[in-house]
């Protein structure tokens, strides 16, 4: 983690320092995956990248954090440590917490500042879980839920999905959350982050 940081630090170029971020945290969410997740109704749940979603939509913004989350997802279905509910579970909490992030950001105190880290699992949760149920299970023929959807319905089922989604992705954008806040107090963060050419900052400005 160490050489990550120092490769990192050493990166000049925005674009640069961004594809080493997610490079490093798509690395991260692989590593994590074998070892931090639990079954729950055909899915594979990882607080691993609610954690990652979290350090990525504040330090790359959403579009590139999306693209950490769907790298982690297709390496986790092609190692068989993984489902294809890793899509809809992993990118919109990443989206989710870069867009949030655009109005935190100027926050003074880290505090506030971070916050944005601990609204991932509402893109997991409700944005994510509501597809999974409505269009992934179905497509896919998924008997598990399906049949749990018939046992209790449509809108019975909703609470006990989210909440099962919930116990994964709450305790992952926390860590992250915290993560976030130790980086920022070690002055890493500042070295890390990746910053806004000048004539890109004129344009947001005009």
Do not use: C
Not at 115 to 131: H, K, N, Q, R, S
Not at 166 to 195: D, F
């Amino acid at each position: 983690m160490e050489a990550s940081l120092a490769v990192l630090r050493n990166m000049g170029r925005p674009e640069t320092k961004k594809v080493s971020l997610l490079t490093v945290l798509t690395v991260l969410g692989v590593i994590l995956a074998p070892f931090i997740w639990f079954p729950f109704f055909g899915t594979k749940a990882f607080p691993g990248q609610h954690l990652v979603n979290a350090l990525a939509g504040v330090l790359l913004g959403p579009w590139w954090a999306a693209a950490a989350a769907t790298l982690i997802g297709i390496i986790r279905n092609v190692l068989g440590i993984g489902t294809l509910y890793a899509f809809p579970g992993g990118i919109p909490g990443a989206i989710f917490v870069g867009l949030t992030y655009v109005m935190t950001r100027r926050a003074k105190n880290p505090l506030l500042r971070y916050l944005a880290a601990l609204t991932e699992p509402i893109g997991t949760v409700l944005i994510g879980g509501t597809v999974s149920i409505l269009i992934i299970a179905p497509a896919l023929g998924d008997v598990r839920i399906l049949g749990a959807i018939e046992q209790h319905g449509l809108y019975g089922f909703f609470p006990i999905f989210w909440l099962g989604w919930a116990a994964s992705s709450v305790p992952g954008s926390l860590i992250g959350y915290l993560t976030l806040l130790a980086l920022e107090r070690s002055g890493i963060l500042k070295q890390i982050t990746v910053s806004i050419p000048s004539r890109a900052r004129r344009r947001y400005r005009s």
